[in-house]
């Protein structure tokens, strides 16, 4: 579960929210968004200070005065995520304003940042202690207990949830054992679902979130793991097999649609150096797979497990397919593109950010723009209706509305952005899958040259069939204890 906390903001608003709005620590404002006002620290800042002497009769700013106690201007919560827990900024955001809306309402007056910046995800949630129909918040020990109540609950709608641990050894569950005897284990279950998925989705955080929509629950801690519905404890990814660790899922969903002419033949007279080292690591995995002394790793499970049915022959083929096309002769050349493409899907993120954070700046001022002209338009106004018209005519008066059609302008201008940044997330998503592709190659070519290459799937054989003798043996172990139990 997460963190939360709160801090009394009494003094100071305005430099509270440009703390939180940080663009170095939100990706340039990429993870920000805002609830009843602008976001942007000023204009936020005017919001809030325009609610909240409406509602409290009192100055925003306070006092400074030494020994004059100021009442409390806005609430500054802080939900924070264990670095051991799989949290993306996009899902924690996404987190943070679904608790904002389940524990405030829509009448709430906040902003809301994920920052990234550090190890632990975190979001921070600026609310005006006054909303825009006037309710009050407080920060005491119920507000803050009902608020982590909410918190958690929200959390486990999106599978975040305390990791029970229990006590014994590893052995094997009977349950589990009964699963694998009937041919429905929990391991084999999770493995069916993940080979399906790795044809579909784009990359690791895609697949886990997915198998999150299928009723699986994911936790980070020490190492990934998960658990299907139904199933006692969670397994760890890496004990599911070595084709489900972290960097194979990886690897097989980057080269999954990569491959193109995989069995490209290279004549050895024009085989280059790079080209020749792989040619000659294909040659010995086909030998190793023929004495049976490589772990069968088959790439199409419904095919029979073959040299050219290997997983690592399929990757390295793949690998020498993308260098044999593009025409890289040399480690200098692989290294050299890895660059220009790191550079190119950094340059890509840069743009992207600036023009989301003015999506986001129109969407609000379009939102009460449109208040604006339905509540100016209306006969007779409530309190709290004359209050948010007031509000929405700083917006409109700040920047420069006057009429629809400036209104109609801006959604224009908005929906120019919002093709712009489809372009744009189309670029960076190109030029970092070609990133990640090319800079794997450089990783697995030095593995080739360091003698690592070769040696580890020889010895992931041994570790496997270890594995299974000890696999075995719990099996037994756990089948005698439960003939033992029935006696009684």
């Known amino acids: 579960m997460p963190i939360l906390k709160s801090i009394a903001v009494h003094t100071s608003v305005n430099r509270c929210l440009r703390y939180v709005l940080n663009p170095d620590k939100t990706e340039g404002l990429l993870y920000t968004s805002a609830l009843n006002c602008l976001c942007d620290p000023d204009e936020a800042y005017l919001d809030m200070k325009m609610i ?55 009448d709430v007056q906040v902003v809301i940042a994920t920052h990234c910046d550090k190890a632990h995800v975190h979001s921070h949630i600026v609310i005006n202690s006054y909303s825009v129909t006037g309710r009050k918040y407080y920060d005491n020990w119920n507000s803050r207990e009902h608020a982590r109540e909410y918190s958690d ?74 658990k299907a519905e139904g199933q006692q404890r969670f397994v760890r990814f890496k004990t599911l097999g070595e084709d489900y660790t972290e960097d194979r899922l990886r690897s097989r ?47 199409n499970p419904d095919l029979p497990y073959l040299p050219n049915n290997d997983h690592d022959v399929y990757i390295l083929s793949a690998q020498l397919s993308v260098i044999s096309r593009n025409g890289i002769s040399s480690i200098e050349e692989l290294e050299h593109k890895i660059e220009n493409l790191k550079e190119d899907y950094e340059g890509a993120i840069k743009q992207i950010n600036p023009v989301t954070a003015e999506i986001s700046r129109l969407e609000g001022v379009i939102e009460q723009s449109e208040k604006y002209f339905a509540l ?113």
């Not at 699963?179 to 429905?184: A, I, N, S, V, Y």
């Open 52 to 106: 909240y002497e409406n509602y409290s009769g009192k100055s925003y700013e306070g006092s400074t005065l030494k020994g004059v106690k100021n009442p409390v201007k806005a609430i500054h919560y802080i939900q924070s995520f264990s670095p051991d827990e799989y949290i993306s900024p996009e899902k924690a955001h996404t987190i943070a304003k679904a608790f904002v809306k389940k524990t405030f309402g829509d």
């Open 153 to 226: 609950r929200v959390c486990e709608v999106y599978g975040i949830q305390p990791l029970k641990r229990k006590k014994g050894g590893k052995g094997l569950k009977y349950n589990e054992w009964e699963h694998r005897r009937k041919g429905t284990s929990w391991k084999q279950q999770i493995c069916a679902e993940i080979d399906a998925l790795i044809r579909v989705v784009a990359d690791i955080n895609e697949l886990y979130e997915e198998l999150e929509k299928r009723g699986y629950t994911i936790k980070h801690v020490n190492a990934p793991a998960i």
């Open 253 to 299: 969903i980057l080269w999954k649609d990569s491959l193109g002419n995989a069995e490209m033949n290279v004549a050895p007279d024009s085989q280059s150096p790079i080209q020749s080292v792989y040619v000659s690591t294909i040659d010995r995995l086909h030998i190793l797979i023929t004495e049976g002394k490589k772990i069968p790793r088959p790439h």
């Open 376 to 488: 100016s338009g209306k006969g007779e106004l409530s309190s709290a209706e004359q209050v948010m018209l007031n509000l929405c005519r700083q917006t409109v008066n700040a920047n420069g509305i006057t009429n629809r059609a400036d209104l109609d302008r801006l959604k224009k201008e908005k929906s120019e952005l919002d093709s712009r940044l489809t372009e744009l997330k189309h670029t960076f998503e190109v030029s970092k899958k070609q990133y990640e592709m090319y800079r794997e190659i450089a990783n697995t070519y030095h593995d080739i040259c360091e003698g690592d290459y070769i040696s580890r799937l020889i010895a992931a054989e041994k570790e496997k069939k270890e594995e299974d003798r000890q696999e075995t043996k719990e099996e037994q172990q756990t089948v005698t204890q439960k003939k033992k139990g029935l006696r009684r």
